[in-house]
Every structure is written in C-alpha cells, then in structure tokens.
C-alpha cells in the first residue's frame, strides 16, 4: 500500500462521513453547500484512485515516461 | 425535501441524463452517416469502464494540478447543478462557472507536457475569446428582464411569455454555445481529432472517466439553462422533451459538418456573438 | 438591511476604512475560485515539456531551471491574490488597481522564459496593456465625476443613468480590455501560452476570464437600462 493509496482511503472515508452528516444532521444550508462542493468531487476521485488498476511494475515506469509516445 | 439529498439527487439526475443524452447523440449522429452506431448507454458505460481501466500519472505532468485539476472540473459543475436546478440562483453565477470551464479546459490541456494537450491548451484561450462574448447573451437577457435570478427569470416568464419569442437573436446565440460545447462539434478546436484528444489526451484510465462525469453533467447544465432561461417554467417531462429535441437538433447539425480550422471557428462564433448582441440590442429599442 | 444586486441578495460587507468588500454568492464563489487555483499553483511541480526533435525520431524534455521556477510562481501568486482582490472589492477604483496590477503581473510571469518569439508576444501584449492603462482610469475617474462616489454599493442604490456614466463605462471596459487581453487583443496574448511551465500560465489566463466576467457585473451595476 503506497501513499497514494493512503491518503485516498482517508479522503475517501472522511468526505463519505461529511456527506452523510449533512444527510442525517441537516446543518444550516451554507455548511451543506460546502460540504456538497468539496466532498462530492473528493469521493468519487478518492473511490477512483482507491479502486483503480495497477499494471506491473516493469511496464509502469514506461508508461509513465512515455505515455504519448509507446504502448 | 433535506438540502442535501436534493443536491444528491439532482448531481446524479444531471450525471445520468446527460450520460444517455450524450449516448443519444452519437447514435442519431451514427444513422444520419449512415451506420449502426453505439449503443445509448455506450457513454454511462464508457465513464465507469474507465474507473477500473489500469491507470498511470506520466512523469511530465505538474503534479497535483494534474490531478487538482480534473477535480477543479468536477467541483464547478456541482456548484452549477446547486446554483441552477437546486436553489435557481444567479445567472451570473452559471456564467462564472462556464469561463471557469474554460480554464479548466485550458490547464488539463498544458499540465501533463504533451504537445497535444500543449496546442489544445493554446486554442482553449483562442475558444475562450470566441464564447466569452456569446455568453454575453446574459446581458440581453438582463436588459430585457432586468435580473439576473433564475426564479425572477422564470417568473417574468410565466407574466410576459417565453424568452425565446421576444429575444430570438439571444437564444440562437446561446444555441451556438451550446453547439461549441457538443461533441463533434464543428468547432469543437480543443478537441479536434487533429491533436489526439485535446486536452484530455494524457487524462486516461480513472481521470478520464472523471471528466467524462464532468462533461456529462455540462452537457445537462447547458440544455437546463437554455430551457429555463428561455422557455421559462416547465414541468418534468417538458423538461425531458426539450433536452432530447435539443440534443437532437445539435446531433443533426454535428452530423453534417466538419471540424473547422480554429481561426475559422473562432470567426465565425465571434461574428455570432456581434451579431446576436448588436441585433438584440437594436430590436430591443424598436 | 436587505441590500440586493442584480437580483442576488448580498451576503455580508466587510468595511476597511474606505475600502468596502461586499460579498454576493456570485462574488464570492469567484473570489474562492481564484484562492483555490492559486493555492494549486503555490504548491504545484511544473511541468516538463516535450518536444519533438527535428530530423530525428527523438524527442527533448524542456524543463524550467529551478531559478526561473521560484520567480514565477512568485509572481503568480501575486496575480492570484489580485485577482481574488478584484473579484470582492467594492470600490470601483480599488478594482482598476487590481487590474493594472495583474497586467503588469501577467507581463512579469512570461518575461523570465528564454523563448524569443514568446517574449516578442509578452512585449507587444506590455504595449496594448500599457495603452490601455489610460482609458481604465479616466473611466473610473469620469463614473466618480458622474455619480460623486466610487463605491459601487453606492452607485447600486443610484436610480439614473447619466450619458456620462455610459461614456466612462465605456471607456472603462476598452481599458479591461486591453488590460487582460480580450477580444480584439488575444491573438498576441493566445502565442504567450506555447512556453513551458504550465501550472503558472494557468493564472494569466484565470486572471483576465474572470475579471472580464467581474468588469460585467460591475457594468451592468452602473448601467441601469431601466
């Protein structure tokens, strides 16, 4: 588990937590605003990131090199 | 209703409708040229395929502006589903949002260091000069309305009639917008099949079905801001109808022209925009 | 007191002396925009351009030296803060600061590359954004001798619109113009994004979009049609 995988579960778990304190606790409408705009996009990219494929490592270091050129 | 599960909601409606209404185009597109085309649904399964795709950040990119901003994407069309559909706030706002579009458009292209995304960067600020004066429509609006709230709008609208009959020439303006934001559009320059992708050519795997939820939910904001600003109050099913006739419309349009060359689509948008806005402005004081 | 402009009810004015911000949803979204993307830029690698080589099939990696990274992104974030300065002040003079401030910024930020045809388009856009300079501040100057304030919360609650005040929000808006590069004057500013370094450019470009969006809010505040 890298640090990438790391700090998208904590994201992921934090903005899913925010999410649904302002479903159950129904703050006053700004806070709902906030939590709306920044965890929305945060939890589908941290549930992305989380759940995304890894090639190999060999083949990982080339397509990060040359991504428009190879494979 | 919870405030929060009517922004829930009405991201999801946005993404989903304008997933299929996306889908719906590429098919009608398909038919006029003449073949089978995808499946409706090929662009909902196209953006969560690519959420497990394998997917790699290249070694050139600026990191995390890279990443930050596909996210930047995301989080203005959600302030736009809050701002339209949800709390019908501020037109104003909506055209914020847009040119903070184009900007995102403009730094997915040149963060990665692909010479793609590089020229598609240079001709977003070029597509920026062209469509920021056809959202100046929002000044004619203004002028004919006097606000710039979406519910004042709408009801003005149920008193006077539709927009579109007493401003015609500021629809067809934002008709061309939308056009421009379509895909396959004749003058979609950022991404023009000439430079790969434009600039989400180095966005693959999990970041391009990210900004393909983006794109979707654009796609729904535009068609809802035409509807509502210039057919005034409509029930659900209206609503509907009106975004699938104005997909349409757009899909037979794209169907039939090629991309033109940037400097072309850029005159041609900015004469759009003159005349739109010096015509308005001239039946307006008749 | 319930204060509404162009229909959206204001949120909150923070008075600092002569200065007043005021804050709308519309302003105030456009101020956090601004902040965000600057904080991006401050904490951002740049990026590495590729280029093709020329007469053969390899290809060169163009990176900013570390030297000319620091200077930029110094003077990036200084064009960030103006203009999330610009987007809540409401001072109709504060604003023309602002703007001239993020002219000389947006110069400032392509003037360190090596690239002669990039500085060729950063001087000729110097000269449109100097030129323009002239006509951003009489047009302030004629709103304040038309209307007696340059606050725009003030001239929010005038009820006219004088001949005179269209003269200077005309002028007004051809010194935006110039002064972010819109319109009639992008194509040399369009050549300034071809240098590498992206995350700084972001900026330049963010600053003129929303000022433009920002200059026609306050226009349409000093020109009542009605």
């Given amino acids: ?71 | 209703m919870n405030l929060m599960l009517n922004i829930l909601l009405n991201v999801f409606i946005a993404f989903f409708i304008g997933s299929i209404l996306i889908g719906l185009q590429r098919k009608i597109m398909a038919r006029i040229q003449g073949r089978p085309g995808p499946p409706v649904i090929q662009h909902l399964l196209h953006t969560l395929k690519f959420f497990i795709k394998e997917s790699a950040f290249p070694k050139t990119a600026a990191m995390p502006f890279y990443v930050a901003i596909t996210a930047m994407l995301f989080v203005i069309w959600v302030a736009a589903v809050i701002d339209g559909p949800v709390t019908e706030g501020s037109l104003l706002l909506i055209f914020a949002i847009y040119t903070i579009q184009k900007i995102g458009e403009h730094n997915a292209g040149s963060s990665s260091g692909s010479p793609y995304g590089k020229m598609s960067c240079v001709r977003a600020v070029y597509s920026a000069a062209a469509e920021v004066p056809l959202f100046a429509v929002l000044i004619i609006i203004y002028l004919k309305a006097g606000t710039m709230n979406i519910s004042s709008i709408i009801n003005y609208q149920s008193i006077h009639g539709p927009l579109l009959f007493t401003i015609p020439l500021a629809a067809i303006m934002f008709f061309v917008l939308i056009l421009s934001k379509s895909q396959y559009s004749p003058f979609a320059i950022t991404k023009g099949k000439d430079i790969v992708s434009g600039y989400e050519t180095e966005h693959f795997g999990l970041l391009r079905g990210y900004l393909m939820i983006s794109e979707s939910i654009a796609w729904y904001m535009l068609l809802w801001v035409f509807l509502t600003v210039f057919l005034g109050p409509l029930s659900l099913p209206a609503y509907l109808i009106g975004m699938v006739v104005l997909s349409a419309i757009v899909a037979f349009i794209n169907a039939v022209t090629p991309i033109l060359n940037p400097n072309h689509s850029v005159m041609m948008q900015v004469s759009f925009a003159f005349i739109g806005i010096a015509g308005s402005i001239v039946l307006l004081m008749i | 007191m319930v204060v509404s402009i162009l229909g959206s009810q204001i949120i909150g004015i923070i008075p600092l002396g002569d200065i007043v911000f005021y804050m709308t949803s519309f302003n105030l979204f456009m101020f956090a925009a601004a902040l965000v993307f600057t904080f991006i830029i401050a904490i951002s690698k740049t990026e590495t351009q590729i280029e093709a080589e020329f007469g053969s099939l390899g290809d060169r990696e163009i990176k900013v030296a570390k030297k000319e990274f620091k200077f930029r992104r110094f003077l990036a974030i200084i064009c960030g803060l103006a203009t999330a300065g610009a987007m809540v002040t409401g001072d109709l003079f504060d604003f023309t600061l602002f703007v001239c401030l993020i002219g000389i910024v947006n110069i400032g930020i392509v003037g360190a590359v090596k690239q002669v045809d990039v500085l060729d388009s950063a001087f000729q856009y110097g000269l449109i954004a100097m030129i323009a300079s002239t006509p951003l501040f009489v047009g302030a100057s004629l709103i304040l001798a038309a209307t007696g304030t340059i606050s725009i919360l003030a001239i929010n609650s005038l009820t006219y619109t004088t001949p005179m005040m269209l003269f200077g929000s005309i002028l007004l808006f051809l010194g935006v113009a110039g002064e972010t590069g819109v319109a009639p004057f992008f194509a040399t500013k369009a050549e300034m994004f071809r240098t590498p370094g992206s995350p700084f450019l972001l900026i330049i470009h963010l600053s003129s979009l929303l000022i433009i969006v920002r200059v026609i809010e306050i226009l349409l505040i000093i020109n009542k049609p009605f």
């Fill in chain 1, 1 to 71: 588990m890298d640090k990438l995988k790391i700090i998208s579960w904590v994201l992921f778990i934090v903005s899913i937590g925010s999410i649904l304190f302002a479903l159950i606790f129904n703050p006053a409408s700004w806070i709902v605003y906030t939590i709306a705009l920044v965890s929305i996009p945060v939890s589908v990219l941290s549930f992305g990131i989380v759940g995304m494929a890894k090639g190999n490592k060999d083949d990982e270091e080339g397509k990060r090199r040359e991504p428009f050129i190879g494979y």
